[in-house]
């Protein structure tokens, strides 16, 4: 064995200069125009060319959310203390910075007699689902939203002041605004002094998640229009909703004085006269949070059943809030109570 030395040339090397050398600790960080990385063992299975330059692009944005639920209710189906959870994730991307192009994803375990009061959605159990995929985007000077998961109502902008702690008294009491639809396109309109207007249609879909068509005879489809105005200190909406077999026709106001309570009014009424009326209160700042008040009468019912909550929102940080909280539901038997306390999560 044999070893053969070569001479450095000294002198060579020291006539580089900084000019020419320029080393710092920048000089080892990744390439902005780097390819992917293929994991180990994947060399040669995907050319060079096709690999993507970044992951995502520079527009791309998450947001995440969950909400815990721990509570019991009395006389329901079942009257075990539980506790339960859902998660939420949207993902936005803008093409033109005047659109949105959106995928919401949903999941968690919230199935319990609690959930069913408090609007808790777990389909299927434990598992992530999408939930919908929408495309926002300007057309002239309306805006519109068009995909699955649009409602008719996705472009209302409503008159309600008040933050419903149980599904029962969400939207003012107003919950048939929009229809059943869940996958069409919505249209809002801005007049600038207030004033707004917008409307959608939406197909149905079946027990297992296919739509039955569009606008069409072999379809149930929705259809909604509102008409709003809103002020610093009052607001006012009117609503009208063709949900195929029955129409509605929806209203909501709203007053809120500055340094008083907020005061939200709801009223729907439907094709029978069958109808449900809506009154809620937020007094902010109560200690570190706000307490709400609430009461409806049952959902488009012809008797006088009724039911309340009363809860008490604090924020421990910008990200995680808690809610305790009771209700009354009437029934035509004995009267159902629940007490629940929620922690909200968003980052």
């Known amino acids: 064995m044999t ?16 000019n020419e050398i320029d080393l710092d600790s920048n000089s080892f960080k990744p390439n902005s125009n780097s390819r992917s990385v293929l994991l180990s063992g994947g060399e040669g299975l995907v050319e060079e060319d096709s690999i993507e330059e970044n ?28 506790f339960s959870y859902d998660f939420g994730m949207d993902l936005s991307t803008s093409f033109t910075g005047e659109d949105s192009f959106d995928v919401a994803i949903i999941g968690g375990n919230a199935t319990t007699t609690v959930d069913s009061y408090m609007g808790g959605d777990a389909t299927p159990i434990d598992a992530l ?17 068009v995909g699955d998961g ?17 599904d029962l008294l969400s939207d003012c009491g107003t919950s048939n605004v929009g229809g059943s639809g869940d996958s ?6 801005d007049f600038g002094n207030g004033f707004t207007m917008a409307g959608g249609a939406a197909g149905n879909t079946d027990a297992d998640d296919n739509i039955d068509g569009l606008f069409t005879e072999e379809d149930a489809s929705s259809f909604a229009l509102e008409a709003a105005y809103t002020a610093d200190l009052f607001g006012i909406s009117v609503a009208y909703t063709d949900d195929e077999a029955v129409s509605y026709w929806s209203l909501q106001g709203m007053l809120t004085p500055e340094g008083f309570p907020s005061v939200s009014v ?9 109808d449900s009326i809506f009154v809620g209160i937020t007094f902010e700042e109560v200690g570190p949070g706000s307490v709400s008040l609430g009461m409806s009468s049952i ?49």
Request: with cysteine.
């Open 184 to 189: 069409g396109f919505a249209v809002g309109y």
């Open 55 to 82: 992951s995502f692009s520079e527009t791309t944005t998450a947001s995440f959310g969950s909400t815990f639920y721990l509570g019991a209710v009395e006389n329901g189906d079942s009257e075990a203390t539980t």
């Open 299 to 347: 959902e488009l019912a012809e008797d006088d059943n009724y039911q309340y909550e009363l809860s008490y929102s604090y924020p421990l940080n910008d990200g995680m809030t808690i809610t305790p909280g009771v209700f009354i539901a009437e029934t035509a038997g004995d009267d159902e109570t629940g007490v629940v306390v929620t922690t909200s999560f968003s980052f």
């Open 3 to 18: 070893a053969k030395a070569t001479e450095i040339n000294l002198d060579s090397i020291s006539n580089y200069n900084q």
């Open 150 to 166: 649009v409602g008719a109502d996705d472009m209302n902008t409503g008159a309600c002041a008040y933050s419903a702690f149980t």
């Open 266 to 274: 709801g009223y729907e009424t439907d094709d029978d006269d069958a």
């Open 129 to 145: 689902v999408l939930d919908g995929v929408s495309y926002t985007f300007p057309l002239g000077s309306a805006s519109v939203i």
